[in-house]
């Protein structure tokens, strides 16, 4: 299996609702990431796992909460978003850790959120 | 910090003309440099990438880019253009120290 899935595809949620984004990966990666992907613009790094470890946040507001269950599953909590938050969040994953060379990521398909 | 460097925002092109797309990046140490592309509507899939060897790299779908350390670039070619390469394209690099840097893409519009 190489690939990263993510859940919902698609998601649709008021300012004031609570919601989480799911993403799974099977390769046995010791890595996993969460990117914030605004139209035409590149992937944004907002949260890095390491060895289920939060090692890495990019200054993320407290509204986008991470998790590493564990070492196959990452989750985004979100609470409280406000419309400029609609984006697409893409989840990645990763054999060696982040700052290590030889580092290649891969993405899954992304969950396309909107905030009303 | 590394940083990434893409020069065109926007490149259009008739079917069968020749591609490539500049990428510089800034980090001076040993580095892994990626292309990727996002169709439409499409999630980030890797053309290609360099970790080390031959400078020479080939990717999928026709795609080929040329690691010149000297010049700190990581240009990606393609001989012959299709209207289904219409997309962004993105270069990215990443250090023993860095996480993946993104440049800021091009959009390739590829007329029939």
């Known amino acids: 299996d190489t690939e990263v899935t993510q859940t919902p595809k698609h998601l649709v949620m008021g300012m004031t609702n609570k919601k989480s984004l799911k993403c799974e990966q099977h390769?046995?990666?010791?890595?996993m990431y969460w990117y914030k992907q605004k139209a035409k613009k590149p992937p944004e790094l907002m949260f890095v796992?390491?060895?289920?470890?939060?090692?890495i946040n990019e200054s993320v507001p407290s509204r986008f909460s991470p998790e590493c269950p564990n070492s196959s599953l990452l989750n985004l909590h979100l609470h409280a978003l406000q419309p400029e938050d609609s984006a697409l969040y893409l989840c990645?994953?990763?054999?060696?850790?982040?700052?290590?060379?030889?580092?290649?990521?891969?993405f899954g398909p992304g969950t396309r959120l909107t905030v009303l | 910090a590394q940083s990434v460097s893409q020069h065109n925002h926007h490149v259009i092109l008739s079917e069968a003309a020749s591609l490539e797309l500049g990428c510089n990046y800034s980090y001076g140490g040993t580095v892994n440099l990626f292309w990727y592309v996002q169709y439409p509507g499409q999630h980030l899939q890797l053309l290609l990438k360099y970790f080390s060897g031959d400078p020479l790299v080939k990717g999928i779908k026709g795609f080929e880019a040329e690691f010149i350390k000297s010049k700190f670039s990581f240009n990606l070619r393609k001989p012959s253009v299709q209207w289904s390469d219409t997309a962004e394209y993105f270069c990215a690099v990443n250090s023993g120290y860095s996480t993946l840097t993104f440049g800021k893409g091009t959009m390739l519009l590829v007329s029939p």
């Open positions: 990645a994953s990763s054999k060696r850790l982040a700052g290590e060379g030889n580092n290649e990521q891969f």
């Open positions: 390769m046995g990666h010791r890595a």
């Open positions: 796992y390491s060895y289920e470890k939060l090692s």
